[in-house]
């Protein structure tokens, strides 16, 4: 029933509604194409024709995005929000980028000020480029994660994120201790963890720069509050896989050191995950935990070309994402470019009902979060990012040509940026416009 403070709107497009996994059927049978949807009080209501949504709602008003494609907002599901400053810092591999860049950047954060600034400026990126949930890594200091919090909840955005642990091979004013990353993360999953839309993720930066007792705190604390996600990294570098097996010489892997600490799980994120042996790979699948495959930063750091039609043919939970800074990009239309072309260096073409499930309904599963987003369907949250298909004159040029709507789309996903961005929607409202503070 309609009440006088309910809030209505029908947007049309090219509404993609995901009815199938296009990895487990053909596709482009996998969509079910709408030409419209209806918004209410934040959530999707209805997807169908304009007329019949017309009838359904007579009193909302409708916003034409005719010949768009609407699509469930982006979902970014491994970046370093503290990173935003040093994107595209020029080269390093991984450790030494580490080194030079990616520690000093983060020791500002001992600044709430300079914590706020950042946060606020990585957020406004990411939503102009249509992303509507992140999950991010901060840094060692919690008030980084304070800052990161409180600028999504402004915002409205679904955020994961929690506090970098890291107690060695590390500045020293970067690092904490076994017990106060503990105390640290157990403080801020009581202060944030459920609070609207925000949850919190318990992370170990990756293993060298964790002792065996902080690792050990750490899955402790997983074990005392299991609907956390964690977050971490696996087998980006040949270089640190070696450094791995040096530090932890009784370890069988670089996955076996968080399988013995307790930190794997159903509920983990591993990004990037290049590198696996078959038995780590194996061992991934049967946990059901997450492979986060961030393309623009395996090859902006030279990381290696992830297998991803090897990984989805082992059955691996796959989400994707930016890593931004370490990823050259914020845009995910720019990390499924990446996405197919790497796959086409490993033998596995992208269709590119694959590559939006990816930024879409693929990462929400992988942060177990597709029973709110993802997907248009009724009763999902309306985060929705409308694409213009033609929003460049190159773009244009292509999509003139174009025979069928998946044609239509690719030069989007191939070419585009931020101008392909026509409207992006969190929670119904136009980002921009966060809910009413009390
Ligand atoms: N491994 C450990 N820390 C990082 C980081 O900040 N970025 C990337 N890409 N890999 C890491
Ligand atoms: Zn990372």
Redesign the pocket.
């Known amino acids: 029933m309609t009440t006088a403070t309910t809030q209505q709107e029908i947007l049309t497009g090219h509404v993609l509604s995901f009815a199938e996994d296009p990895f487990g059927t053909a596709p482009d049978t996998s969509v079910t194409w709408h030409e419209a949807l209806v918004i209410r009080d934040g959530m999707i209501a209805a997807t169908g024709d304009l007329d019949t949504l017309r009838r359904m709602a007579p009193t909302a008003p409708v916003t034409r995005h005719d010949g768009c494609l609407i699509c469930p907002g982006f979902i970014d599901a491994h970046v370093?929000y503290p990173?935003t400053a040093i994107i595209a810092s020029w080269g390093a591999r991984?450790i030494d980028?580490?080194d030079r860049y990616?520690f000093p950047e983060e020791m500002r954060f001992a600044d709430p000020a300079h914590a706020t600034a950042i946060a606020a400026r990585y957020l406004d990126l990411t939503l102009a480029h249509g992303t509507t949930t992140v999950c991010s890594?901060c840094t060692s200091h919690p008030a980084s994660v304070d800052a990161f919090f409180t600028a999504a909840q402004a915002r409205g955005v679904r955020a994961a994120a929690g506090k970098t642990c890291m107690d060695r091979n590390a500045p020293p004013a970067l690092c904490d201790t076994a017990q106060s990353a503990h105390d640290d993360s157990a403080a801020l999953i009581a202060r944030w963890h459920g609070v609207d839309r925000l949850s919190y993720v318990i992370t170990p930066?990756?293993a060298p720069?964790s002792s065996a007792d902080q690792l050990a705190a750490l899955g402790a604390l997983w074990a005392n509050h299991p609907t956390c996600l964690m977050q971490t990294?696996l087998s980006?570098q040949p270089e640190?896989i070696a450094w791995v097996a040096e530090l932890f010489p009784k370890a069988r892997d670089y996955l076996d050191v968080y399988d013995t600490f307790g930190l794997l799980g159903a509920r983990g994120l591993y990004?990037?995950a290049i590198h696996l042996t078959p038995r780590e790979a194996a061992r991934l699948a049967e946990t059901g935990a997450a492979l986060i495959h961030?393309p623009t930063?395996n090859s902006f750091?030279g990381?290696g070309l992830f297998d991803i039609g090897r990984r989805l043919g082992e059955g691996q939970r796959i989400g994707l994402a930016t890593?931004t800074g370490?990823?050259s990009s914020f845009s995910m239309l720019r990390t499924m470019a990446a996405a197919y072309e790497i796959g086409q260096l490993t033998g596995t073409v992208l269709h590119p009902a694959q590559l939006l499930w990816l930024a879409t309904a693929g990462s929400a599963r992988a942060l177990h979060m597709d029973d709110r987003i993802g997907t248009i369907a009724p009763g999902m949250e309306a985060d929705l990012v409308v694409l213009d298909l033609a929003s460049t004159p190159a773009i244009a040029g292509r999509h003139v040509r174009a025979d069928d709507i998946w044609e239509a789309v690719f030069p989007t996903i191939m070419m585009g940026d931020d101008r392909a961005i026509r409207d992006v929607r969190v929670m119904g409202r136009p980002a921009g416009h966060p809910p009413d503070t009390p």
């Open positions: 370093h990173q991984l980028w580490l990616t890594f930066r990756f720069t990294h980006e640190e990004g990037h961030c930063s750091i990381s890593d370490g990823g």
